[in-house]
């Protein structure tokens, strides 16, 4: 979605009053890094149950992940509504599609913030009290844990930038300068996809089941087997 937007926009660049090129580049620019969030969203609960710290979540894994996607999903159809709402030539409409993207915009924003602390509240409890997993030395989930930061900051600062041009409408600053675009949302949505290329839960998660059922012998007893390892 991300590169067809892109390709829409370079569309739009040669043809501007080509309607199909903006329309384009307008949803699906937008709309992109609410999926990018729903994949975000739903790596925690899973990361969770990895390293058997279940009674640790601030929130039931149970509904972590559906309480933040179900989030994700009003903020994807609202966005939704506001760039549709855009797609006309009646101004009064377009100025309230501006609104409802707004809207939108903040709204993931503030997902994006609860998430965070969520994550930060649990990573504390489980420094504080550690599983039997978290001790194995060739688990290293803590690198998990910061990349898990890293991609909820950079999703933080491009809604909020981008919260910032539609509150500006369109003939705002951040508007009227393409380099914010490509600043703060293309290289934000593509460091977020980069950094789960090299640092993906999926191998925390791997890395716990190769411990197998008998990793723990007793109350925070590591198996000979895994002291070997380490």
Same mark, same amino acid.
């Given at each position: 979605?991300e590169c067809a937007?892109y390709y829409?926009?370079v ?10 090129a ?7 620019i937008l709309?992109?890094p609410?999926l990018?969030a729903?994949t975000?969203?739903m ?7 990895a &390293?058997n710290a279940?009674? +640790?979540a601030?929130?039931? *894994?149970? =509904?972590?992940?559906? !309480?933040f $996607?179900?989030?994700d999903l009003?903020c994807f159809?609202?966005s939704m509504a506001?760039v549709g ?5 009646d101004?009064?409409?377009q ?6 993207? &707004?809207?939108g915009?903040? +709204?993931?924003?503030?997902? *994006?913030? =609860?998430?965070?602390? !969520?994550? $930060? ?10 599983t039997?997993v978290?001790?194995l ?12 930061y890293?991609?909820?900051?950079a ?5 909020i930038?981008r919260?910032v041009?539609?509150?500006q ?17 293309a290289?934000?949505?593509g ?5 789960y ?23 925070g ?6 002291d070997?390892r380490?």
């Open positions: 979605m937007g829409g926009r569309w739009n660049h040669r043809e501007p009053k080509n309607f199909g903006f329309c384009l580049q307008g949803i699906l709309i992109a609410v990018f729903a975000i969203y790596t925690l609960g899973r990361m969770i149950k &390293l279940e009674h +640790l601030p929130i039931k *894994v149970k =509904w972590l992940t559906k !309480v $996607v179900l989030s009003i159809f609202t506001g709402l855009q797609i006309t030539i101004r009064d409409m100025k309230l599609g501006v609104k409802v993207c &707004l809207a915009l903040i +709204l993931q924003a503030f997902v *994006v913030s =609860w998430f965070f602390l !969520v994550a $930060v509240r649990f990573h504390r409890r489980l420094i504080l009290k550690p039997t978290t001790q030395g060739w688990v290293k989930w803590r690198r998990y844990m910061w990349a898990l890293v991609v909820c900051v999703t933080l600062v491009r809604n930038v919260a041009e539609y509150g409408g369109f003939y705002g600053f951040i508007m009227h300068h393409e380099i914010f675009l490509y600043l703060f949302d290289t934000l949505m460091a977020v996809a980069y950094i290329v090299f640092v993906h839960p999926g191998r925390l998660i791997k890395k716990t089941q190769q411990a197998g059922p008998e990793k723990v012998m007793g109350e007893t590591l198996m000979s087997s895994f070997q380490t």
